[in-house]
């Protein structure tokens, strides 16, 4: 009986033939059997799936999903095989344990992907109010109807809880066109800045005015406003136009400020209150209750004034025989024909007004012996120091004197003695000019038991922003003049220096030092611990600020030399 054995060659079989051996009893023999090659390109050609180009958006950029925030994880599908991939999908999943509160699209079709090409995926997420702090671990799986899948990807992104957003007016201001009175029948602007002080972000922000109605009258083109995003700590400016009509009966008007946003529950609403009164200024009026306890942290509370302009002290004790002339020069440019805006003192106007009001609070001046003037020209300047002079020298020995200046000084350039510069009164030309000497002399000569200078000037020729000189190019340093009687004369710089501005606190430097220990003194301070501080810190933070030097400096008489240092501010 033959055996048949059957031997696979895998070499042979490339080749082309097998090899059958018949196998009897002595005798062999081979036959070649030939076997056909597959023809090229008649192979099965296979799918390859990858993802690749993963990414993660949120609304806030912050890299967390946010409670009550809409993310997406996005990337795509690529077929780098040859084959169809027939009927993918994705399947996105979290894994067992992760945080709760997340929810997103568990599936999506992709349909058949062909060789060579891709497929854009996005995957959106909704992290839910009641989402908590941790870790979200997606799964995303990519699965192919044969089992072509690709190789499954892992996502972990960390989530955050819900935090409160809280809409406030941070601040407000009412002012008229003219920087004036507050009057009926005239525009009236109300600017408010408007603040998220809360721990989250807030969507939807709407910011409504409202007036009582009789006899008010919208001016501007709309009194709503939507803010819709606002980030933590972002603040807004607006501004709500208005006036009462000369029918209006009441003292005051109030604004009624409306805050909504997406939940109805984060925006504070408030009323502010504008004063309708004979030589009222327009100024800040505002009180905010509740503001303060609902602020995060980190958070600061924006302001459009100084932090000096608020929260001035109320001393109850006055002083019937202190006078004070204060007077802030700052726009030359509106009664001088050449000068731009440049040669203007910026924030003098708001250092008077300011100065004025710690004149009257802390110092205790009587505002029937308190002369307030801005933008002043040399004939009011000359009426008001004449008139302090005469008050004081009827009061006697109980009088006292306080003089304020913010605005341009200049020095003679051939005495060098300083000037005091109204605002009609040119560089060039300093005849009708206040010299600085003769109302030293002046109010020395009235007896009066104390006479304070605080002159927040320079007499270089310099200026806050440009000297009133502006082609000038060397400075001028002024002659030192001596003072007599009991006066004591702080001056806002020395020598060839400028008195420079602190802009993000709207004053100069040193008016802003000066009134800033003011209010933490409570008025509570001698003349000399006073001097100490303005000068030091002056002398550092204009550095800082300004990068130039500006050195305060006290000049004193002879006469009070010994004592002066002992002199109580109230």
């Not at 030939?34 to 993963?54: H, R």
């Not at 994880?73 to 996105?92: L, P, R, T």
């Amino acid at each position: 009986m033959k055996k048949i054995i059957l031997v696979l060659l895998l070499p042979l079989f490339f080749s082309g033939y097998l090899t059958a051996q018949n196998v009897t009893s002595g005798k062999s023999e081979s036959k070649k059997i030939t076997v056909k090659k597959p023809a090229a390109g008649s192979y099965k050609q296979l799918p390859d799936l990858i993802i690749n180009e993963e990414k993660f958006v949120d609304e806030n950029k912050n890299n967390f999903i946010n409670a009550n925030e809409e993310c997406s994880i996005s990337f795509k599908v690529q077929n780098i095989g040859k084959g169809m991939a027939q009927d993918v999908s994705v399947k996105a999943s979290v894994k067992s344990g992760s945080v709760s509160g997340v929810t997103f699209n568990e599936t999506i079709s992709l349909g058949n992907i062909p060789g060579d090409s891709s497929r854009s995926v996005t995957i959106p997420i909704h992290g839910k109010l009641n989402t908590e702090d941790g870790m979200a671990e997606f799964l995303i799986q990519v699965m192919e109807a044969r089992g072509f899948d690709a190789f499954p990807l892992e996502f972990k992104i960390e989530t955050r809880k819900f935090a409160e957003p809280k809409i406030v007016i941070a601040d407000a201001v009412f002012s008229t066109e003219d920087g004036g009175l507050i009057k009926l029948n005239y525009p009236i602007n109300l600017k408010v800045l408007v603040q998220n002080v809360g721990a989250g972000e807030a969507k939807g922000v709407r910011v409504n005015f409202d007036l009582p109605g009789a006899n008010c009258v919208f001016l501007g083109d709309q009194n709503q406003y939507d803010l819709n995003f606002m980030k933590r700590g972002e603040s807004r400016e607006l501004d709500f136009l208005f006036t009462a009509t000369r029918r209006y009966t009441g003292t005051t008007i109030p604004v009624s400020v409306q805050i909504n946003e997406t939940y109805g529950r984060y925006g504070l609403d408030t009323t502010l209150q504008v004063s309708l009164a004979e030589n009222l200024t327009a100024k800040n009026e505002v009180v905010i209750s509740g503001v303060t306890a609902a602020v995060a942290e980190d958070i600061t509370i924006a302001s459009l004034t100084s932090d000096v302009d608020k929260n001035i002290p109320l001393i109850i004790t006055t002083h019937p025989s202190r006078y004070a002339l204060v007077i802030g020069n700052e726009d030359y440019s509106k009664f001088q024909r050449g000068l731009n805006n440049e040669a203007n003192v910026k924030f003098a106007r708001n250092d008077a007004t300011i100065f004025k009001d710690y004149a009257q609070r802390v110092l205790g001046v009587e505002e029937k012996n308190l002369f307030f003037i801005t933008d002043a020209t040399a004939g009011e300047m000359e009426q008001k120091i004449d008139l302090i002079s005469k008050l004081a020298t009827k009061t006697g020995a109980e009088a006292e004197i306080v003089f304020y200046f913010a605005g341009h000084g200049l020095p003679d350039e051939v005495s060098k003695e300083p000037y005091l510069i109204p605002v009609d009164v040119s560089g060039t030309n300093l005849t009708s000019a206040i010299k600085l000497v003769d109302v030293y002399k002046k109010f020395s000569e009235t007896g009066a038991q104390k006479v304070t200078f605080f002159l927040d000037a320079c007499f270089s020729g310099g200026g806050r922003d440009a000297g009133l000189l502006a082609a000038r190019s060397v400075k001028v340093k002024p002659k030192d003049e001596l003072v007599t009687g009991n006066v004591v004369v702080f001056s806002a710089s020395s020598g060839e220096q400028s008195s420079l501005p602190y802009t993000d606190k709207q004053h100069g430097m040193f008016t802003y030092f000066l009134l800033k220990k003011l209010q933490e003194s409570k008025g509570n301070i001698t003349y000399g611990k006073l001097a100490d501080f303005v000068k030091n810190s002056v002398s550092i933070e204009s550095l800082r600020i300004n990068s130039k030097e500006q050195d305060p400096t006290v000049k004193v008489s002879m006469d009070v030399q010994d004592k002066w240092e002992s002199w109580t501010v109230n």
